[in-house]
């Protein structure tokens, strides 16, 4: 598994952000990145995906992590 690069990331989350007509503050961007790095691509668009389908706010950090994990446990 590859990890996303913070060029990656930064599309996936202003993507959801957008979608929740929200402004992220400065070191918004960053920080989520520095906990979410780990994970794919794939990963980030799918948790960031059904995330906004499925909720009224833009997520936590643990939410996004919550639903990576949780899709990787059987």
Known sequence: M???TKKEFGPIAMEC???F???LPDGTMDQY???LN???VDQLKSAFGQHTATSDWF??????IS???GSNKE
């Not at 997520?59 to 996004?64: K, L």
């Open 2 to 4: 590859t990890m996303a």
């Open 17 to 19: 952000a957008h979608a």
């Open 21 to 23: 007509r929200e402004q």
């Open 33 to 35: 990145y520095e906990y």
């Open 38 to 40: 780990k994970y794919s």
């Open 59 to 64: 997520p936590r950090i643990s939410q996004i």
């Open 67 to 69: 639903l990576i994990e």
